[in-house]
């Protein structure tokens, strides 16, 4: 890119540099708390997958037996996922809240007791795989947002900041340069005025 090499290019580029390293730690903390928050989010859906294993391996004994009822499948069925939100350095992450679903009515006298426990239970897995369907989009808005702040840090620091610490070097060295020129080119008029004058004196 092509600078003036002015006073007043020398002042922009100088209130520029300011306000980029004013800026720069700002994105570096946002960038530090994102890194920190997806390894959080990473270790509690690590957590959520590790119990809905468990849950299904512990299901396995029981769940076939369900076959034989399959009027229930319908009330395994969220009518709704209920999320809110919180706010992580500036970027707003779905929280899960709860899966709620229609409440089974089935003929108590021709379905056993067991039934009900296995309905609660079939619901709790599935309010986990909703839970961790959820967090899966946090850590993607999550990782997304950090990625947006990487690139805004590297071009700070690798482009921003050092262009500016350059371009204020070269228009110093120039302006420096012409004050020198100038100087010496008073230094010759005023020889020359002095010369001249030395001249008339004589004659």
């Known amino acids: 890119m092509k600078i003036k090499l002015t006073q007043s290019e020398l002042k922009r ?10 800026y720069l730690p700002t994105l570096q903390l946002k960038k530090q708390q994102l890194q920190l928050e997806i390894v959080h989010q990473q270790s509690i859906l690590r957590g959520k997958e ?5 849950r299904k391996k512990s299901a396995e004994s029981w769940s076939g037996l369900l076959v ?23 970027v707003d992450v779905p929280v899960f809240e709860q899966a709620d679903f229609n409440p089974a009515e ?5 379905i056993p007791l067991w039934v009900d426990t296995g309905l609660e239970l079939l619901r709790d897995m ?4 909703e839970e961790i369907r959820v967090t899966e989009k946090g850590i993607s808005v ?5 990625r947006i702040t990487t690139q805004r840090v590297n071009l700070f620091e690798k482009i921003k900041i ?42």
């Open 13 to 22: 580029q100088r209130d520029a540099l300011r306000q980029y390293e004013r």
């Open 50 to 54: 590790k119990s809905l294993s468990e």
């Open 68 to 90: 034989e009822f399959p009027e229930i499948r319908q009330w395994l069925i969220p009518g709704k996922i209920i999320t809110s939100k919180k706010n992580i350095a500036g």
């Open 106 to 110: 089935y003929d108590l006298f021709l």
């Open 126 to 129: 599935i309010s986990l795989q």
């Open 142 to 146: 999550l990782q997304h947002e950090l």
């Open 162 to 203: 050092p262009g500016a610490k350059e371009a204020i070097r070269v228009i110093k060295i120039y302006i420096g340069d012409q004050m020198t020129n100038a100087v010496g080119r008073s230094k010759i008029v005023k020889n020359r005025i002095e010369e001249a004058n030395s001249e008339e004196v004589v004659m």
